[in-house]
């Protein structure tokens, strides 16, 4: 049996990282989608990164925001891989922070673009070869200042809200075809964008999540890759909070 393709979008950041190398652990073969500004030695470094700790993960570039663009990032999974995706992980994203009353149309439309936008044009590609092989797993990637809104994320926190929308709809379109729909909601990770930042504050947003700890990208590449199993069949239109306890719902 061929092994199921799975791309992750923004798949060598933090957060990507962590997921494509536990749906590789779980035997899937994985490509992590980039784009990194278009710097294509960047993410060949971060290839060989990964090698050498022992993961053949393939990569493609994509700049979500463009159709066309994602496109030729899945013309590029199918041709390296000599198959279409089973598994599709829309992580890419990006923050525009800023109180709403000084937020430009810019900040708002960059992020909603990016995060919500991309979504449509990658799933859009590979849901028809889904629904025709009786099998696929979309796992949309939000937040839980999706839930819970967050001060100066009015942009984020709508793109990110609008994932669930998208989840819950397009879950009830596919079930009966074999094919899932998703979403994973983190709380504070720690990447290594937030170990950038000082202790003090660290320690003051760690006070406010009830397990006292953040989560670590490996505990959301399980729950990832728990979704894209087959075994998994039975849950869609599902929202997983991974977040400590942070916002109950």
């Known amino acids: 049996m061929s092994q199921k393709v799975a791309l992750v979008t923004g798949g060598t950041g933090g957060l990507g990282t962590a997921i494509c190398r536990s749906l590789a652990d779980s035997g899937f073969r994985v490509v992590a989608g980039y784009n990194s500004g ?18 053949d993960i393939l990569v493609s570039y994509g700049d979500v925001t463009s159709e066309e663009s994602c496109a030729a990032c899945i013309k590029s999974v199918e041709e390296m891989t000599g198959g279409t995706v089973d598994v599709l992980v829309n992580n890419a994203g990006i923050t525009r922070d800023g109180q709403f009353k000084k937020m430009s149309w810019d900040q708002w439309d960059e992020v909603l673009t990016a995060n919500l936008d991309s979504m449509f044009h990658m799933t859009r590609l ?6 025709e092989k009786g099998f696929g797993r979309v796992v949309n990637i939000s937040s839980v200042n999706a839930q819970k809104g967050q001060f100066g994320q009015c942009n984020y926190s709508a793109a990110k809200a609008g994932i669930h929308g998208f989840t819950k709809a397009l879950a009830q379109e596919v079930a009966r075809k074999g094919v899932t729909v998703n979403t994973v909601s983190p709380g504070y990770i720690k990447t290594a964008m937030v170990a950038k930042i000082s202790q003090e504050i660290q320690d003051q947003i760690c006070s406010t999540i009830p397990v006292g700890r953040f989560g670590t990208p490996e505990e959301i590449g399980r729950i990832v890759t728990f979704l894209a199993e087959d075994e ?8 997983m909070s991974i ?3 942070l916002h109950m719902h």
Not at 38 to 55: F, I, T
Not at 234 to 239: K, L, N, S
């Open 243 to 245: 977040n400590g306890g």
């Open 126 to 131: 590979v849901i028809n070869p889904m629904i």
């Open 232 to 239: 998994s069949g039975y849950i869609t239109g599902a929202d």
């Open 38 to 55: 278009g710097n294509h030695d960047k993410a060949k470094a971060w290839q060989e990164e990964q090698r050498k700790d022992g993961y």
